[in-house]
């Protein structure tokens, strides 16, 4: 009776699993496929008004390959850098008992909260010496090196302590240990922050105005609102396209076929921590030199222009008017993000095929574009085909989901694998449908990472500025944008108040994520 009762469990389990992709989770990533394409119709329909000959002299010239050289190069330096950063500030935190390692995890990813655009008005207004090369490194690694910092942080917590100790106990050294064994276990976490930074150097716009630095970016933003070339700017727009797709082809290759998770964690246990001894003090200082250049400088710049100029006199109701939006915005994004990307997360892990493959890594190509191009495709759609939508919030937060998509997707995707398929299965199986299984099984167990995900949205919403630019109502304006008319200007002390409010808030999601690592690591 027994047996029999187990066997038709299994058959129907199997039956459950055979099922074709509910209709709930193929018609929204539908819908998302086609909105994540307006930006790439959008720039073939401009680039094809132009005619062949044109747009191969357009591409083919001289200031196109400059720009090529300025981006490749700002992209790998900064990714690079940024991984240096972010890989050892993890180690040290993790790893060892440097003195006040909460206190620490906390401050390294403390400059999440500090706006590219915003930290770099602040060391432009300190010395303009600044501009060029060096100084949009130095600002964009300082800015970027926390999306390192956090996922391997997250894999060296999660890495079973015996793998360690195994290498130590065969007689390799602390730093063999590390490049044989630890290393090769971070590579999806550090990858995942490599391929986010490198898309978002792509895309970068705010902060290389500010420090006179010329990319794709920046060159598409001059063609479009000084010279109104549409033209140029769309061959420049494919040429960052085909440059984002090398990158996820180079990432995928160095990914490759390697599995790294285990069968089981087996018995938590605690982690032996590393003793620095006498380098505990070149640590302290290297912790404290990072944090002085990337949250000091920029906070007390801010704090030196509330304090001077004409800041004394402003419109403070103004101000809490865009605080209000922002706030709004940043919510609002955050959860239509969150909404596009279950879908689309669900479908490439639980229902794999072409499809779903191509659903899930066009987020990614298409975040390598920048938020004008973003804003001028929604702009062109709402005109032509929904005109009710034309600078409406709905249009824009639209905008924010296609632009933040990946966020949610790591964030999701990576609760989302540990939750073992059986259990989705013999829910199924008991005859629950697909939606009650959705909300009573998988829902409840990938929430921290649909809480990591809301808050990374949230954050890269509340900064986000060349998009809203273009989208926002009339009318209405956030503190990016504020921050920006002023700045523009060289009203410093007119956009302190904006950037000290921007900042403030923008440190809760980042003060959530920081509690969320530690909440694993006691659970753990």
């Known amino acids: 009776m027994k047996e029999a009762w187990t066997q038709r469990l299994l058959q129907s389990v199997s039956g459950f699993r055979n099922k074709r992709r509910p209709v709930w989770l193929w018609l929204p990533v539908l819908l998302l496929v086609v909105l994540s394409c307006l930006p790439i119709f959008y720039i073939v329909m401009r680039a094809s008004e132009v005619g062949w000959e044109k747009a191969i002299g357009l591409i083919f010239r001289a200031r196109v390959y400059e720009l090529l050289i300025n981006t490749v ?4 330096t900064v990714t690079l850098v940024s991984v240096l950063i972010g890989v050892t500030t993890a180690w040290f935190v993790e790893r060892t008992r440097i003195p006040g390692r909460k206190m620490w995890n906390v401050v ?26 060096g100084g949009a490194v130095l600002v964009l690694a300082l800015s970027s090196y926390p999306l390192v910092h956090l996922p391997v942080a997250a894999a060296l917590r999660g890495m079973d302590p015996a793998l360690e100790e195994i290498s130590r106990s065969l007689g390799y050294s602390r730093m063999q240990t590390f490049f044989k064994v630890t290393l090769p276990h971070l590579r999806p976490a550090l990858l995942g922050g ?23 970016t920046t060159a598409i933003f001059d063609q479009y609102n000084v010279a109104f070339n ?40 605690k982690r032996e921590l590393i003793s620095l001894g006498w380098m505990a003090i070149p640590a302290l200082i290297g912790f404290t030199v990072l944090a002085v250049l990337a949250v000091g400088v920029p906070l007390g710049t801010i704090t030196y222009w509330l304090l001077t100029g004409t800041s004394a006199g402003f419109d403070f109701p103004e101000v809490f008017s865009s605080l209000f939006s922002t706030l709004a915005f940043g919510a609002g994004g955050s959860i239509v993000t969150i909404l596009f990307a279950f879908p689309l997360v669900i479908l490439a892990i639980r229902y794999r095929g072409l499809f779903s493959t ?3 890594r066009l987020p990614y190509f298409i975040h390598s ?38 966020l949610a997707q790591s964030s999701i995707r990576g609760a989302m694998e540990q939750v073992p398929k059986q259990l989705e299965e013999v829910a199924g199986s008991l005859g629950k449908n697909p939606l009650t299984v959705f909300f009573k099984v998988t829902l409840p167990l990938v929430a921290p990472g649909v809480g990591a995900g809301l808050s990374l949205v949230f954050l890269e919403v509340m900064k986000e500025l060349t998009a ?15 921050i920006w008319e002023h700045t523009s200007n060289a009203e410093f002390a007119a956009s302190a108040p904006y950037a000290a409010l ?6 809760l999601p980042v003060y959530l994520l920081t509690m969320r690592s530690f909440t694993q690591k006691k659970e753990g």
């Open 73 to 76: 190069k700002l992209a790998f």
């Open 108 to 133: 390294v990813t403390l400059p999440f909260a500090v706006p590219a655009f915003v930290s770099s008005y602040s060391w432009i207004s300190i010395y303009s010496g600044f501009e060029g090369f």
């Open 194 to 216: 490599a391929i986010l930074i490198a898309l978002h150097m792509l895309a970068e716009f705010g902060a290389l105005a500010f420090l006179n630095y010329d990319t794709f």
């Open 230 to 269: 549409s033209a140029s700017a769309a061959m420049l727009s494919l040429v960052l396209l085909v440059l984002c797709l090398v990158i996820l082809g180079l990432e995928l290759l160095i990914r490759g076929k390697a599995k790294y998770a285990s069968v089981g964690k087996g018995t938590p246990r």
């Open 358 to 360: 191509l659903s899930d």
């Open 369 to 406: 574009l920048p938020g004008l191009v973003i804003g001028l495709a929604m702009v062109s759609f709402a005109v032509r085909y929904a005109f009710p939508l034309y600078q409406t919030a709905p249009l824009l937060l639209i905008g924010y989901a296609v632009l933040f998509l990946p």
């Open 468 to 482: 809203t630019l273009l989208l926002r109502p009339t009318g209405v304006d956030t503190l990016a944008v504020k």
């Open 502 to 507: 921007l900042i403030l808030i923008s440190g």
